[in-house]
């Protein structure tokens, strides 16, 4: 019998009809006669909304009691899930960090994960139980709660998943795979059947918002496969795993984000794999040139190239280096 891990976000479970139809995954799952745990974040912008109530409280919020105020979301959200899979006929049970024994250190809004005992959470599923363990919380030596920091969930089912030995870690989102490029800003970005681990981390610390840069280290550490799926498709999405992407174009995807009030910074992973070492960073500094950009300054590495660019023509420009290089 097969142990599957899944992580749901926050815009997954923002509401009754969305949680209802992850109930219906997570049952279909089961039904299928694999052990089944859930991890899930906060409802919507719950975690915004806690975040506002302490700086209307506080001016200078300890952190400890920040972690007990941001981890009742994630409780709200397991709670609610369970009492739905419960109506549906299935025995759920929702545990906190602390019930799931989850043990982190006392870095507080930012912890790590330092064990998993998963006694209580195996005994649950040897009893037919589907687990839901709230996501990006645990508690540290002195049983403190404890958050995870951005991207806790993540961590949490990824960890989870090591701790169990579970096969693989499948993580929800509203897309249903990596892509090239955010499809929300480049409507023609192509999907990502596989990518490295280290090609992962590379994405997250780009500014793409699909995992955790921690939640991967755990993963890449450990091997566990992750795969990314989304809720309105049986479709595997993307395997990230050892197996780099190895793409037939210059790059493996690219990304913008803020770097400072008038700049953006565009980053483009460079694939490796690709025969012609230079391609990405040569086809971009012609794209500079025939555009006659001025005031930009541009980083290559092994890794990636990066241009800092004026915010006016950042979109443009991504849209125009994707367009030429895959």
Known sequence: MKTIVQKYGGKLVADKEKMRKIAQIIASTYDEGNRVIVTISAMGD?????QEQISKFSINPNKREIDVVLSVGEQISIGLLSMILNDMGYKAISLTGWQAEIQTDSNYTNSNIININTNKIEEKLDDGYIVIVAGFQGI??????TTLGRGGSDTTAICLAIAINAEYCEIYKDTRCIFTADPKI???AKKLNF????QMIELSKMGARVLATKAIEYARDNNLEIVVKAVDTNEIGTRISSVESSTNYPIVSCTKKESSINKDIVTF?????Y??????YLTIEKIIEEEKLKDYIINNNDDIVSVIIDKKISLDFLRTVHDRLI
């Open 269 to 273: 992973l460079k694939n490796k794999l």
């Open 186 to 188: 480049i409507k023609n």
């Open 195 to 198: 990518v490295g681990y280290n």
């Open 275 to 280: 025969g012609k070492k230079n391609e990405a």
């Open 140 to 145: 540290d030596e002195n049983m403190n709660i």
């Open 46 to 50: 719950t975690t915004n909304m806690l």
